[in-house]
């Protein structure tokens, strides 16, 4: 009587050891799934009525009537950048805009692309068009505007290098919305929060 308890027992703990590593497998398994696959992990969000998904660069990506957008941070890590108010709905409520910048900018290929995307969301999102310009004289013969070309019915997007790192409009025209950054990485993230705020359709 007492082997066969004993041999009762033993079966009975062989079960549990048993079910404990099938655990620790089914754990490891659901790990390794979740590890290849980051929308599981919180990667995907959804803003301004978009689902964006990282991919394998880290960058988060969306598509909006066929056009591919990316961004290279999620909103909430761009709170520090404030985009003035009034700023989004002079743009917005445009038909068209000039997007311009310095065509010798020594950040001259990443205001480009700014340029490009903006004008992607402002196009498909909004039905405004969006005419890339240039501050300056460019062998591209593209139009040359400044604030001064501003008007409350078509606005201007200027781009430039400066100290701070703001969103605004120029104070002495406030159908200029100005995009200052400091650097490239600065370029990086008011360009990310410009195209959240458009997209959205508001400032934050």
Known sequence: MALQARNGSGDKGKRWVA??????????????????????????????????????????????GGRLLEFAYRPESLS??????????????SRAVYLAYGWNNTLAQDMALLQYDAGNILEAKYGIFVQPAFTGANPLNVAVVSCANATPFVPVLLIQEANSTAISADPANPGCIVLNVSDSTALVRVADSFKYAILKGEGK
């Not at 520090?80 to 409520?93: F, L």
């Open 19 to 64: 079910i404990f590593i099938g655990v620790i497998m089914l754990s490891s398994v659901a790990g390794f799934v979740i590890s290849i696959n980051p929308s599981s992990q919180g990667d995907a969000f959804r803003y301004g009525g978009l689902t964006f998904k990282q991919n394998q660069q880290g960058f988060y990506s969306a598509d909006l």
């Open 80 to 93: 520090d950048i404030e985009v003035a108010p009034g700023v989004v709905e002079t743009v917005i409520g």
